[in-house]
């Protein structure tokens, strides 16, 4: 079992930046897969970044090319999604997710483990 505890997220002026955080239970972090989805009000759960087990392979939603990075930190159990240049369109309730694979992951069903959510909004 993995339990997963996202922070960071709140209110922020257009254009400005955040950085969530997703902590994780265990001693097998280093075996998991690891991605960041969003859910915007009225709309279905999406993929916004993923990253394999050891940092060397990211992905990201084109949406947030060139403003997110998703990164983590093995030691410290904690996945990082850095986000610059944000817009209101980005406002969402982020979720970090894990599944134990070498790969890297962009559907949200092949992913076993959820956080709860951190709400991040952007004003205009």
């Known amino acids: 079992q993995v339990q997963l505890v996202e922070s960071g997220g709140g209110l922020v002026q257009a254009g400005g930046s955040l950085r969530l955080s997703c902590a994780a239970s265990?001693?097998?972090?280093?075996?998991?897969?690891m991605g960041w989805f969003r859910q915007a009000p009225g709309k279905e759960r999406e993929f916004v970044a993923a990253?394999?087990?050891?940092?060397?392979?990211?992905y990201y939603t084109d949406s947030v090319k060139g403003r997110f990075t998703i990164s983590r930190d093995n030691a410290k159990n904690t996945v990082y999604l850095q986000m610059n240049s944000l817009k209101p369109e980005d406002t969402a309730v982020y979720y970090c997710?894990?599944?134990?694979?070498?790969?890297?992951?962009?559907?949200?069903?092949?992913?076993?483990?959820w956080g709860q959510g951190t709400q991040v909004t952007v004003s205009s």
């Open positions: 997710a894990a599944v134990r694979t070498t790969g890297i992951v962009t559907m949200s069903s092949s992913y076993d483990y």
């Open positions: 265990g001693r097998t972090f280093s075996s998991y897969a």
């Open positions: 990253i394999n087990w050891s940092g060397g392979i990211t």
